[in-house]
């Protein structure tokens, strides 16, 4: 499955962004960004970490391509100094309540990068013996685990 798609650069509005590359095309050539999405939306909750924790270590994705691959219905963006929080509402998925992401503005380049990644899950207890298996990635803390995978954490708490 191709996931070239997830790393392509997030810039914010006024920003140019002149990477030559043929979107078009692979959207009518290949149909990984939907196979992820249908996995993403119905796949159980430990296989959907095993995809999150791939993905991550494939480099830093693109926080409006993986926010697309939840679904959702609605969004809230709080903004203050260089990182924004972004709160999507309404999940595509029973056991995800909400989903928050905190973005910084690189300073190089004025790109966008995904830091942290919080799902809000209803039971939390059903994915500790999970971690356990992976604690050279997980461990806990504060009600929650937390996964650090190539200068990102996944953070997984009890939902709201």
Known sequence: MDKNFLY???YPLGVIDDTEEDE???WFLDDSRDVLEKKFRECDFNDLIIELIDI???????YIQLSILFGFE?????????????SFYKIKRSDIDKIEMDIKKLSIDKSLVLDKLYLYVNNLSSIEKFTRKMDSVCYEKNQGIIIHENKCDIVILEGK
Do not use: D, Y
Request: proline residues 4%; charged residues 25%; positive net charge.
């Open 56 to 62: 991550f270590r494939g480099g830093s994705p693109n």
């Open 8 to 10: 392509k650069k997030a």
């Open 24 to 26: 078009l095309s692979s």
């Open 74 to 86: 609605s969004t809230e963006e709080i903004s203050f100094n260089n990182t924004t929080k972004i």
